[in-house]
């Protein structure tokens, strides 16, 4: 049976599950790169990398970028590609001088829930009904208590509110990015991947020589972290995500802002050696059962099989 946001299925599951992974382990790579490469460069590097690597990829496929050939398809692809790659991280890069860590992480995990009213105006066959608000607004609460008061704790800049703001954007531009590919018209994954992070690349690579001059040197631990924040969350990242919600729904691939926190606090405990609390765990619990509720009926209809 072919997956659909009723029934995404055993695959798109495991999709999630991985790419939970991979995007958790995003915030370690990037903090990385961060330690020895200015925030644009480390936003343009992402995304332009990536795109090369996706561009030689999907042409030895046969999906290379020739094959969107409409001008509609364009459209949807330049959409995306500026909203929700090259304005997102822009956006977030600015926004993240200015804000915790802490805060940042709340506002991506408000991604479910502000896709929720999108879906039900421009994705109506996703099915928005009282169990997956109920799930979605449970699994934001979970974060909220894995992340802890630290989230809303001012960092003293003074752009904090600006900083706030351009955060919770992003989580916006997001969302529409979501509804944007559910909506697109029909053509190969790798092609969409590849064409979205090429206009990102097309506006984010000016402004890192704007604002940060010339290019860094990649030899070096900063620039390794930085090559697989590209190679790996970035472009598998950005083909996982595609294939996820051209199958399964916009909504069902915004669970990943839940996985994603508490992956990133596993790599912690495991990686850099940080502490979980009796919260976290709390938090944790709460948010793999705001994701059983929104997709009860689903794990129902698999568990039957």
Request: contains cysteine; charged residues 10%.
């Amino acid at each position: 049976m072919n997956a659909s946001p009723d029934n995404p299925g055993l695959k798109n599951w495991l999709s999630i599950l991985v790419l939970g992974v991979i995007w958790g382990g995003a915030f370690l790579s990037s903090k990385i790169a961060l330690g020895g490469i200015g925030l644009w460069w480390v936003a343009a590097g992402r995304v332009s990398i990536a795109a090369v690597a996706l561009i030689i990829l999907s042409s030895l496929m046969g999906q290379g970028v020739h094959r969107i050939r409409d001008m509609r398809s364009w459209l949807f692809v330049g959409s995306f590609g500026f909203i929700a790659t090259a304005s997102a991280m822009a956006l977030l890069s600015w926004g993240q001088q200015h804000v915790s860590s802490a805060f940042a992480g709340v506002t991506m995990g408000a991604i479910p829930l502000l896709i929720l009213p999108l879906a039900a105006v421009f994705s109506k066959d996703e099915g928005i009904g009282p169990r997956r608000i109920a799930g979605f607004c449970l699994g934001f609460v979970g974060l909220l208590v894995l992340v802890g008061p630290k989230a809303f704790t001012s960092s003293g800049a003074d752009l904090e509110t600006l900083g706030r703001l351009a955060c919770f954007g992003t989580a916006l531009l997001y969302s529409v990015g979501s509804i944007i590919t559910r909506r697109s018209p029909s053509m190969p994954p790798l092609a969409f991947s590849a064409a979205a992070l090429l206009v990102g690349s097309i506006f984010l690579l000016p402004l890192a020589f704007w604002f940060e001059g010339a290019p860094p040197r990649l030899g070096n631990t900063a620039g390794y972290a930085l090559i697989y924040a590209a190679l790996v969350p970035t472009a598998i990242g950005a083909v996982m995500r595609v294939n996820i919600i051209r199958s399964a729904g916009s909504v069902f691939m915004s669970l990943t802002s839940y996985l994603v926190p508490v992956w990133a606090v596993i790599f912690g405990m495991l990686i850099l050696g940080e502490q979980i609390t009796s919260t976290m765990i709390f938090g944790m619990i709460l948010i793999l059962l705001g994701i059983g509720l929104s997709q009860s009926r689903a794990l129902m209809t698999m568990f039957k099989r």
